[in-house]
């Protein structure tokens, strides 16, 4: 479902079922060691995915373990981004020589919970495009996709700055014809690569059997140096903080 969201030099592995609970290292054993059965299959089946992703790469089969704040760390020379919700999960990897980073996320196809949880992801001006955006297609949930823009924009910005993104960081445009932009709205958009100032993001969406999917990916940038950054968090509406590969 995600190959229509990424350009060609980015790989993408996703499925819809669990099945056997794929083989983990010994290490990332350790890490869900007290977890209960459906967070371990979680965890195990998107680590599934990026290995076999990485493969296309000829990268060996090697542990996915968390760095900084949780995150999952890439082999050098690569970028990547991994999600998963009820149903589905998903990993896209590519050189650091054919994007400087991608995000990607999975939702849902169902309204955000309530008011305050929609108050908190989403600015001003955002919810009043939502309306417009509802009274013209009803059946998509608008509220939650413009929530996985913006996670997706979250893990394409921090590998590149190191820094973190705030829901209200970043004004999000959703078009109805399957694209989105990110204006950033922090005064310090500078990156850690010595690259050019980010000024925004642009992204991809869909909403397919039951999911809204949503992408961004950062092409190569003049003037950086090739780096192995890590995939961000993941932030949830609810206010936790999950990592973006468990």
């Known amino acids: 479902m995600l190959h229509p969201l990424l350009p060609p030099p980015v790989t993408a592995v996703d499925t ?29 089946t998107v680590r599934h995915c990026a290995r076999t992703a990485l493969a296309g790469y000829a990268w060996p089969p090697a542990p996915i373990l968390p760095g ?15 999600t998963h919700c009820d149903g589905y999960r998903a990993a896209a990897v590519a050189r650091d020589t054919t ?18 949880t929609l108050n908190l992801v989403t600015l001003p ?12 297609r009803p059946d ?16 394409a910005w921090s590998p590149l ?3 973190w993104l705030g829901f209200h960081d970043a004004h999000i445009t959703l078009h109805p014809g399957g694209t989105f932009t990110a204006a950033l709205l922090v005064p310090d958009t500078t990156t850690a690569d010595g690259g050019p ?4 993001f642009d992204g991809r969406w869909q909403a397919r059997d039951g999911l809204l999917l949503t992408a961004v990916t950062v092409p190569p940038r003049a003037g950086t140096v090739s780096t192995s950054p890590q995939a961000p968090t993941e932030r949830y509406p609810n206010g936790r903080s999950n990592s973006a590969g468990r």
């Open 16 to 44: 819809f079922h669990d099945g056997a609970v794929p083989f983990l290292f010994p290490e990332e054993e350790a890490l869900v060691a007290g977890a209960v059965a459906k967070r371990r299959q979680e965890f195990a």
């Open 68 to 82: 900084t704040a949780g995150a999952p760390r890439w082999p050098d020379g690569m970028v990547g981004s991994l």
């Open 99 to 116: 994007a400087a980073s991608i995000g990607i996320d999975a939702e849902p196809a169902e309204p955000l919970r309530d008011e305050g």
């Open 125 to 136: 001006a955002e919810r009043t495009a939502l309306r417009e955006l509802a009274a013209g």
């Open 140 to 155: 998509i949930p608008w509220d939650r996709l413009l929530f996985s823009a913006k996670e997706s924009v979250y893990k």
């Open 161 to 163: 700055t190191g820094r």
């Open 197 to 200: 100032p980010l000024t925004g």
